[in-house]
């Protein structure tokens, strides 16, 4: 943590309630985000952290798509795709929206975030509070209106209303996925949130196979009516609290489906905190542990992305090495500050050579 971010982080967000402090943080990214002017010189004063850009060292082949660097923001920090544009500007290599339902939703009563200052983490049961599915669309849709905003590479994380029974769970994810595949570079679709009633039972094989095979239909239909048949890639979101015998059979499911990967891990129930899921360094053990399991399991086709835990850019380079393709953080965003990512992306870049994991340019 710098300095200067260091005495706002304890004189002003560590005094203020959790949410709110996300709020406002959240609303000063999208603002300066939509403001090219704005833009312009927060890009000038990150350029001692940002790395080469498109294509330069460091940078990342997946999907058929060049990722400007392997770390980029996690879903659950931007749910409805308001501020993408802004994020990037900060040095995310890449920004996953959501988690997005098919219907507007308020989440859980307040209030449902914790700061856990003594293990730098954060425990949460937002409950997938968002403003539905078509409202996210629309937004990447004016997003993908211009050449910067095509540049960008999003994913989208989808999740299910918490008012739809588990029996057309398949039906309601399709709905999300049908409005968002036009707009996204990819997809993922979230069972291992614990905030959703019933909601990581949908990771046992069984609930789990119609619910993909329902997206991948339903998005596969949508991108040939909207953009003239581009496939978008499909994921699945894991849990770290899954034993390893259930991680194997999600990994040979995704093989069977042939799914694009695998985004390890979402926060853990393991703890005794209270309710909600924790996240931050307390993740990075078991995360990595899943990600080494999957790419055993899964081979060298398939996509990884590994989150859960990341701080600087050794934690990056140690999901490499386990078999990451892209890494995803969230929570030291709010330990570390604004520049976090890109001094993670930087470092990145100027030892890319040593952080190689055979996809990287």
Do not use: C
Request: hydrophobic content about 45%; charged content about 20%.
């Amino acid at each position: 943590m710098s300095l200067p971010y260091s005495l706002l982080f304890n004189t002003v967000f560590k005094r203020m309630d959790p949410e709110q402090a996300h709020e406002l943080a959240f609303g000063l990214i999208e603002r300066f985000g939509g403001i090219p002017v704005v833009r312009d010189v927060v890009q000038g004063a990150l350029a001692p952290y940002l790395g080469a850009g498109i294509g330069g060292h460091g940078s990342v082949r997946v999907f058929g798509r060049i990722v400007p660097a392997p770390f980029g923001l996690a879903g659950g920090f931007d749910k409805n795709a308001r501020a993408v544009r802004g994020l990037t500007v900060l040095g995310f290599g890449f920004v996953e929206i959501g988690t997005v339902t098919a219907h507007a939703q308020p989440g859980n009563e307040k209030p449902r975030m914790w700061r856990e200052l003594d293990v730098r983490g954060v425990r949460n049961r937002m409950g997938f509070n968002n403003e539905g599915a078509a409202a996210a669309a629309q937004r990447l849709r004016t997003l993908r209106s211009t050449a910067a905003g095509r540049a960008i590479i999003v994913g989208a994380n989808i999740g299910k209303t918490k008012a739809t029974p588990a029996e057309d769970a398949p039906a309601d994810y399709a709905a999300s996925a049908r409005l968002l595949a036009p707009w996204a570079d990819y997809l993922v679709v979230n069972v291992s949130s614990p905030n959703t009633p019933g909601l990581r039972d949908l990771q046992a094989t069984s609930s789990l196979r119609p619910i993909l095979e329902a997206v991948r239909a339903a998005a596969d239909d949508a991108t040939m009516t909207a953009v003239g048949g581009r496939r978008t890639p499909l994921l699945v979101k894991i849990a770290p609290d899954l034993a390893d015998d259930d991680v194997d059979e999600v990994a040979d499911l995704a093989l069977e489906l042939g799914l694009d990967g695998v985004v390890a891990v979402n926060t853990t129930i393991g703890h005794d905190r209270g309710e909600g899921g924790l996240s931050g360094p307390v993740l990075r053990a078991r995360g990595l542990q899943v990600v080494s399991r999957l790419r055993a399991r899964l081979g060298e086709g398939a996509v990884i992305i590994g989150v859960g835990g990341i701080t600087t850019a050794d934690d990056v380079r140690a999901y490499l090495r386990a078999g990451a393709d892209l890494t995803q953080g969230y929570t030291s965003f709010i330990y570390e500050g604004p520049f976090w990512a890109a001094r993670i992306n930087r470092a990145l870049t100027r030892s890319a050579g040593s952080a190689a994991s055979g996809r990287h340019e």
